[in-house]
């Protein structure tokens, strides 16, 4: 795997942390300046871990939040490289798809967003993430479901986003995850309280949207669009042509419809 790293000398690397970070910042936001729906302020959370930590915004504000806390964030390559971090961040290279370094019911808080869809073995992943939090703790999954795009886009976006579901599914991902999250956690018996929220995303907004949802919406975009770019330049000979990605980014830019992308937000509390 190519190596990735956030060391800052250039401009691209530059470009994709800025979008990560907007991201986050758009999610809390919503959140109402949290970082997440579940009741964790007020609390004392000692040892938190993210999933998947990206830029390292989440990390980071969960840092700045609970200052007493640990906050262990990994990431399969090294991401946070070259970025300063509070002192009670504490950065590790770890494969979430493997075995994780960590005690069972160590954390208060574990946290992953928008990961879990791109894994070829998610169930395990999220089963073995809930043998992590603590009793008494809260699992926190945040994650999408790809088929609201094909149900609610044009043609060009219908078309690209069938075949990336597809493609993920030959691979053992799953894009449309976001609405069985709930129900996974349900299955694993290891949660006395499960709360989720599904939220439909304006991808496309025609300026009628609260003006939290079209930040939201105006975050995601590109990651479609640098997701479909990707998909193009990948898998030219499965269908996903320059052609066709052209039309799903004209759609997308000019507002063809209005398009929504469906989030869903779910916090569980360990028995």
Not at 18 to 35: P, Q
Not at 143 to 150: A, E, I, K, P
Request: charged share 25%; glycine share 8%.
């Amino acid at each position: 795997m190519e190596k990735s790293t956030y060391t800052l000398k250039t401009a691209r690397e530059i470009e994709e942390k800025n979008r990560l970070d907007e991201v986050h910042f758009a999610f809390r936001e919503y959140m109402d300046g949290k970082i997440c729906f579940a009741p964790i302020y007020g609390t004392s959370p000692t040892k938190i871990l993210e999933l998947g930590c990206g830029s390292g915004a989440w990390a980071i504000d969960a840092a700045n939040d609970f200052p007493d806390a640990e906050i262990i964030a990994i990431d399969l390559s090294q991401t946070l490289e070259g970025i300063p971090l509070p002192k009670n961040v504490n950065f590790q290279i770890a494969d979430v798809t493997q075995n994780f370094p960590f005690k069972q019911s160590s954390f208060d808080v574990v946290h992953t967003r928008l990961v879990l869809m791109h894994l070829p073995n998610a169930k395990d992943v999220l089963e073995r993430a809930a043998k992590l939090v603590k009793p008494g703790g809260w699992l926190l999954v945040e994650d999408l479901d790809m088929r609201s795009l094909v149900e609610s886009g044009g043609p060009g976006v219908s078309q690209v986003i069938t075949r990336y579901i597809e493609l993920l599914q030959a691979r053992g991902a799953d894009a449309e995850i976001g609405r069985k999250l709930e129900s996974m956690l349900k299955s694993t018996g290891s949660f006395s309280t499960i709360q989720a929220q599904r939220v439909a995303v304006p991808v496309c907004d025609d300026g009628s949207a609260p003006q939290t949802m079209a930040r939201l919406g105006a975050a995601l975009k590109p990651v479609g669009k640098k997701l479909a770019a990707g998909w193009a330049q990948r898998f030219s000979d499965q269908g996903i042509t320059q052609e066709l990605k052209k039309q799903f980014s004209e759609e997308l830019d000019t507002n063809f419809r209005e398009v929504m992308l469906d989030m869903h937000f779910v916090w569980a509390q360990r028995v």
